[in-house]
């Protein structure tokens, strides 16, 4: 009978002749050259950007000094310090750095000149008696100094004003009186949409919420829509889920009691007022449309599902030789193959890029978002348009055909909540 080797013997003898392959291969085998250069860290760390970035938002210590500026120190604001109720008093909205003129940016940059006064914008609500203002101001020169000031912001507007009309001066008060129009016709929401109004929870998620969306503002006269959406609260897609019933409100004043509703939209047919709705709601002339409900299709991510390799780690991106581009994180500033620009970032439009260059050379001062429009042709939001950057992120609802034009519109759609 033939002698049996252990098991580990074969593995060995081949483990083994590897390694001795590879011993007395290696001298033969020549080292790796290239002609980039490594980045080494210290070289990193000393990377700096040609100029200070003077588009650069305000940092935490610049906002806690204006804030302080603008509640101790005598200015023409006269703000309310402790603002316990929206609406009741002035108080700001909104504190964001004021992008310098380029015909001030633009000496600074190519070496002749100093850098620009930094300036804040403020933007500031202001109620008196009968309306609302959203007023904008310019605060600075900045760091906060005795030499700092508030005065109008004009300059960029037209108008030659620096204020608005606010078309709600109570906004929560305003979502309590909404709230209560929907409870007065629960049981038509509850027989068309699946759902009512919870004045006593607003935040249910099983229930109806009702926003406003102000088309018109004339002569201390304003028109609301309101439009009745579920909450979202699954994956906060409130956005998404309109559910096609709309109301026409006009306000001429602070006061609720003088506030009257006027039409009412649903399906394609407008209803001058609430007796003609509920009307044609109870002789059953309303031709329903599937409800717009929340589920698995307004996850950003799919939760339910475990696809294969989603436990592992993700890719890692492996630079031997480091990265390509340099970064200037106090501004911001990238250079990348012969590219160099600055990032800043603003409230209203996002990112934006300054002094885009190639080679040194200015190819582009500013690209960034002005405006961005989407059109929805949805059942629920059809002849519509929402501005996507407004304040607060809330977009507006701007009717782009009149409200006789959509009471003659086809009524043959099909929806599938989906």
Same mark, same amino acid.
Do not use: C
């Given at each position: 009978m033939a002698k049996q080797w252990p098991k580990w013997v074969p593995v060995s003898v081949v483990v083994g002749f590897a390694l001795i392959s590879f011993i007395l291969v290696l001298p033969s085998i020549s080292p790796v050259h290239s002609n980039r250069a490594t980045v080494s860290p210290k070289h990193e760390h000393h990377f700096r950007a040609p100029r200070a970035n003077i588009w650069a938002d305000l940092d935490v210590g610049e906002t806690d000094a204006i804030v302080t500026f603008l509640h101790e120190r005598p200015n023409a604001l006269n703000l309310t310090k402790n603002v316990t109720t929206w609406g009741r008093g002035d108080f700001v909205n909104l504190i964001e750095v004021l992008r310098p003129n380029k015909s001030d940016a633009v000496p600074y940059l190519d070496n002749h000149a100093n850098i620009p006064e930094r300036w804040a914008r403020v933007v500031v609500t202001q109620n008196h008696e009968d309306t609302a203002y959203v007023s904008n101001y310019m605060l600075g020169?900045?760091?906060?100094?005795?030499? =700092?000031?508030?005065?109008?912001? @004009?300059? +960029?507007?037209?108008? %030659?004003?620096?204020?608005?009309?606010?078309?709600? $001066?109570?906004?929560?008060?305003?979502?309590?009186?909404?709230?209560?129009?929907?409870?007065?016709?629960?049981?038509?929401?509850?027989?068309?949409?699946?759902?009512?109004?919870?004045?006593?929870n607003p935040d249910d998620p099983n229930g109806l919420l009702i926003g406003s969306r102000p088309a018109l503002?004339?002569?201390?006269?304003?028109?609301?829509?309101?439009?009745?959406?579920?909450?979202?609260?699954?994956?906060?897609?409130?956005?998404?889920?309109?559910?096609?019933?709309?109301?026409?409100?006009?306000?001429?004043?602070?006061?609720?009691?003088?506030?009257?509703?006027?039409?009412?939209?649903?399906?394609?047919?407008?209803?001058?007022?609430?007796?003609?709705?509920?009307?044609?709601?109870? =002789?059953?002339?309303?031709?329903? @449309?599937? +409800?717009?409900?929340? %589920?698995?299709?307004?996850?950003?991510?799919?939760? $339910?599902?475990?696809?294969?390799?989603?436990?592992?780690?993700?890719?890692?991106?492996?630079?031997?030789?480091?990265?390509?581009?340099d970064l200037d994180h106090e501004n911001n500033y990238i250079s990348w193959m012969g590219y160099s620009f600055y990032i800043t970032i603003s409230q209203?439009?996002?990112?934006?890029?300054?002094?885009?260059?190639?080679?040194?050379?200015?190819?582009?001062?500013?690209?960034?978002?002005?405006?961005?429009?989407?059109r929805k042709s949805h059942i629920c939001c059809s002849y519509v348009s929402y501005f996507i950057s407004t304040s607060r992120g809330c977009p507006v609802l701007m009717l782009l055909e009149t409200l006789e034009l959509c009471s003659r519109l086809p009524r043959q759609y099909s929806h599938s909540g989906a």
């Open positions: 020169p900045l760091p906060v100094s005795n030499n =700092t000031k508030v005065s109008p912001l @004009t300059y +960029p507007y037209n108008s %030659g004003r620096n204020y608005i009309q606010s078309p709600i $001066i109570d906004y929560f008060a305003f979502l309590d009186w909404a709230l209560g129009v929907g409870e007065s016709i629960k049981d038509i929401t509850q027989d068309l949409l699946g759902a009512q109004t919870n004045r006593s503002i004339e002569h201390g006269r304003m028109i609301h829509w309101l439009e009745f959406f579920r909450p979202g609260t699954k994956s906060d897609a409130r956005s998404l889920l309109p559910q096609g019933l709309y109301l026409k409100l006009n306000t001429t004043g602070p006061n609720t009691d003088e506030w009257s509703t006027a039409d009412w939209y649903y399906n394609g047919v407008l209803y001058p007022n609430l007796s003609s709705f509920r009307h044609a709601w109870e =002789t059953h002339a309303i031709s329903k @449309t599937v +409800p717009n409900l929340d %589920g698995p299709w307004t996850d950003t991510e799919d939760f $339910i599902s475990m696809p294969v390799g989603r436990n592992q780690a993700p890719p890692l991106s492996i630079q031997p030789y480091g990265p390509r581009f209203s439009t996002a990112v934006s890029l300054f002094d885009i260059r190639f080679k040194s050379n200015r190819t582009i001062y500013h690209l960034g978002l002005q405006e961005a429009l989407a």
